[in-house]
C-alpha cells in the first residue's frame, strides 16, 4: 500500500517562497518509472497540475509556473518536495502530492492534501 | 479558465444514468494519444483514481463507472446512480504541450 503524505507551512508571506514536502511510504521514490507530482486546487476553482519528477530526477513543469517551480527528489528521505518562489494569493491553496504510474498521465495515489494560504 | 471544458453541475436520481462530458481540443482530448483519466472527490478527501486511458478502470472501481471519447470529447457514465457517488468529478487529459490539464470539474447531486 503506498501513502503518501503533504507536509510544510500552512502560511506563507506574499513574495516568499512556498516549500512544501511529500513523504512516500510503502515503496522508494527511486524504484519502477514513477513520476512524483505535485497538482493544487484553488478555493473554490478546479485541479492544476504543477509538474514532476521522474524516478530518474528528470523534471517537467507546467509551463504557466514554470519560472517559479522547483520541484527535487530526496532519496535518503524517500521524499519529494515542492519549492514554489514568489508566491501571491493566487498560490493560496490545497497542495495535493500524487503518484502518475509509468509516465501514463494518471494519478493513482494521492496525499490527503495541504492548505497553503498565500498572506502577510 | 480551465484547459478542459465541463459542466458546473449535473444531477440524477438514485438508480438512473448520468453522464459527464469533458470538452477539449486535438491538442489534447482529441490527439492521437489515449491519455484521458477521471476523479472522483470528495471535498476534504484526496481525490480518487476512477478511469485511465479513456476507458479502462482503476483497479477496486465500480463497473458503474465508464469512461468513452468521441472526437474532443471526453464523457464518464455513473450508472446505477447512488447516494454515495454525490461529489465532484474531474477530467484529465495530456496535452501535446507535454503537460496535464485538468477540467474545471462537476458537481454530481443525486436528487
Known amino acids: 500500500q503506498v501513502l503518501l503524505q503533504e507536509s510544510g507551512p500552512g502560511l506563507v508571506k506574499p513574495s516568499e517562497t512556498l516549500s512544501l514536502t511529500c513523504t512516500v511510504s510503502?515503496?522508494?521514490?527511486?524504484?519502477?518509472?514513477?513520476?512524483w507530482t505535485w497538482i493544487r486546487q484553488a478555493p473554490g476553482k478546479g485541479l492544476e497540475w504543477i509538474g514532476y519528477?521522474?524516478?530518474?530526477?528528470?523534471?517537467n513543469y507546467n509551463p504557466s509556473l514554470k519560472s517559479r517551480v522547483t520541484i527535487s527528489l530526496d532519496t535518503s528521505k524517500n521524499q519529494h518536495s515542492l519549492k514554489l518562489t514568489s508566491v501571491t494569493a493566487a498560490d493560496t491553496a490545497v497542495y495535493y502530492c500524487?503518484?502518475?504510474?509509468?509516465?501514463?498521465?494518471?494519478?493513482?495515489?494521492w496525499g490527503q492534501g495541504t492548505l497553503v494560504t498565500v498572506s502577510s | 479558465q480551465s484547459a478542459l471544458t465541463q459542466p458546473a453541475s449535473v444531477s440524477g436520481s438514485p438508480g438512473q444514468t448520468v453522464t459527464i462530458p469533458c470538452t477539449g481540443t486535438?491538442?489534447?482530448?482529441?490527439?492521437?494519444?489515449?491519455?484521458v483519466s477521471w476523479y472522483q472527490h470528495h471535498p476534504g478527501r484526496p481525490p480518487k483514481f476512477l478511469i485511465y486511458d479513456v476507458t479502462s478502470r482503476a483497479s477496486g472501481v465500480s463497473d458503474r463507472f465508464s469512461g468513452s471519447r468521441s472526437g474532443n470529447t471526453a464523457s464518464l457514465t455513473i450508472s446505477g446512480l447512488q447516494a454515495e457517488d454525490e461529489a465532484f468529478y474531474y477530467c484529465?487529459?495530456?496535452?501535446?504541450?507535454?503537460?496535464?490539464?485538468f477540467g474545471g470539474g462537476t458537481k454530481l447531486t443525486v436528487l
Open positions: 486535438r491538442s489534447d482530448i482529441g490527439g492521437s494519444y489515449d491519455y
Open positions: 484529465a487529459s495530456y496535452t501535446t504541450n507535454f503537460h496535464v490539464a
Open positions: 510503502g515503496g522508494s521514490v527511486t524504484s519502477g518509472t514513477y513520476y
Open positions: 500524487a503518484r502518475d504510474d509509468s509516465g501514463d498521465w494518471y494519478f493513482d495515489y
Open positions: 519528477i521522474d524516478y530518474s530526477g528528470e523534471t
